[in-house]
């Protein structure tokens, strides 16, 4: 595509893609049901609450359960959804295998932690449940693998939470992207910087009695109970996390994977470490992992969990590089610079409906559940089917195998499987606890 050589032509080209966009937003947008649907959540410590009043809040949408092996998360969540149900309380349950027998669910909702997502959602599955799960989905990339075939099995929507495919202006300027305006996009970076503190040194102690430590580890091999395990602390133990790569990474990352038009690598390296802290954080709180694909095209993730420092001003966020200029996109919007770094286009998100905290809802959360409700009810395209979600996923698995290896992954670009490295290849499934094993 020729040079876009002046303001006004690169406000041109991003204007139709501003349109596609738009009418694109509007197909998946907030048409009146035609019926209602029942949903169970699983998992309601921090997002896992947000989604249940989100889903509650949702047209057409009843919130009829909700599922935690803590009973102060379900007492919690009770109130909180009753109140939106103007009284209606949902059932407390502590077993998801008890809401998965009960065949007037119609969609359960996923946000227990990582090690519990593709299981649950298989489960979900073979049981006839549609399913929302939170990012990343799967705990390895076998996982990964197993929700993908068990969806095209059963035939089900299932939608995974990374809610900012579901937003206009990331639409639109995606679009745009696609139309040239910076012309053939190379090179994406994304990033998420944070000062998280040490989790120091867990120590052996009695299981609280409001916690079925049983029912959490669920499909993972028994470890004893540590003091600095639950609720969020799991994320950095490889026996039941993925990382910050997987924790946030996987939002960024996703865009950049839209940006760019690529699925899976040919190469991945990673190098970084726990530099910050030392404690029993098994992950990294630093790591620059990149990814090559066919075509000439590469991603980096740079990940910093233990220093906040900005990167063009924000926590976190993607950009975009092409032959004539760059793209910079978070959830608050955009902005589009040309080769000498002129700004020449913005777009922010409308007032009120700014997401950048993850752990909130808003209007990207709401837009994203709204629009895995009418692919059920009307079959219009999702925003992010769990094959396309899932093709993110992996490369933040192949990310953390790179980093624990200590070496580049050569991988195959039709599947991404790992070429040549039964090291790697160890890392690609898991064990799990016996009886609670996932087959598809």
């Known amino acids: 595509m020729r040079q876009l050589t002046n303001r006004r032509n690169f406000i041109k080209t991003a204007t139709a893609g501003v349109a596609g966009a738009s009418l694109l937003g509007a197909a998946r947008g907030l048409a009146a049901p035609s019926n209602r649907l029942t949903a169970a959540v699983m998992g309601v410590n921090s997002r896992g609450g947000v989604l249940a009043t989100a889903f509650a809040r949702a047209e057409g949408c009843d919130v009829t359960h ?27 349950v502590t077993d998801i295998r008890e809401v998965l027998e009960n065949p007037d669910i119609d969609i359960l909702v996923i946000a227990a932690p990582d090690h519990w997502h593709a299981p649950a959602a298989i489960m979900a599955l073979q049981a006839g449940k549609h399913v929302y799960v939170e990012k990343p989905g799967s705990h390895n990339p076998g996982e990964a693998k197993m929700l993908v075939q ?14 900012q495919r579901s937003s206009v202006e990331s639409a639109q300027i995606i679009d745009a992207i696609r139309q040239g305006i910076i012309g053939r996009p190379y090179f994406a970076r994304a990033w998420y910087a944070n000062t998280r ?21 669920g499909p993972a091999p028994r470890s004893p109970y540590k003091d600095n395990l639950i609720h969020y602390n799991w994320h950095w133990f490889w026996h039941w996390g993925t990382g910050e790569i997987c924790n946030n990474g996987t939002h960024e990352i996703d865009v950049c994977r839209w940006a760019l038009g690529v699925d899976f690598p040919v190469r991945v390296t990673s190098s970084g470490g726990r530099y910050h802290y030392d404690d029993d954080w098994e992950f990294f709180d ?20 233990c220093n906040g420092h900005l990167v063009e001003g924000r926590g976190r966020g993607s950009s975009i590089h092409g032959e004539y200029g760059t793209v910079i996109i978070d959830r608050d919007g955009y902005t589009v610079y040309d080769q000498d770094n002129e700004e ?26 709204a629009n ?9 395209p999702q925003n992010s089917p769990i094959d396309e979600g899932q093709k993110t996923t992996l490369l933040c698995h192949l990310g ?3 980093q624990k290896t200590g070496r580049a992954l050569q991988c195959d ?22 009886g609670w094993e996932v087959k598809v």
């Open 400 to 402: 953390n195998i790179a």
């Open 286 to 305: 630093t790591q620059i992992a990149t990814f090559d694909f066919e075509g000439e095209k590469t991603i980096m993730w740079d990940g910093r969990s």
């Open 150 to 163: 068990a969806q095209q099995q059963y035939n089900r929507v299932v939608q995974m939470g990374n809610q």
């Open 344 to 369: 020449i286009w913005k777009r922010s998100r409308v007032s009120g409906e700014a997401s950048l905290d993850i752990r909130g809802g808003g209007g990207l959360t709401d837009r994203h559940i």
């Open 372 to 380: 895995m409700l009418h692919s059920i009810r009307d079959g219009v």
């Open 413 to 434: 670009p039709t599947n991404g499987h790992i070429l040549n490295d039964e090291e790697a290849m160890s890392m690609w499934a898991r064990d799990y606890e016996p």
């Open 66 to 92: 909700i599922c935690d092996v803590d009973e102060r998360a379900i007492a919690k969540s009770i109130k909180e959804v009753s109140e939106v149900e103007n009284g209606n309380a949902p059932i407390g």
């Open 197 to 217: 503190g040490s989790i120091g040194r867990g120590q052996p102690a009695p299981t609280p009695d409001w916690l079925n430590y049983d029912l959490w580890q």
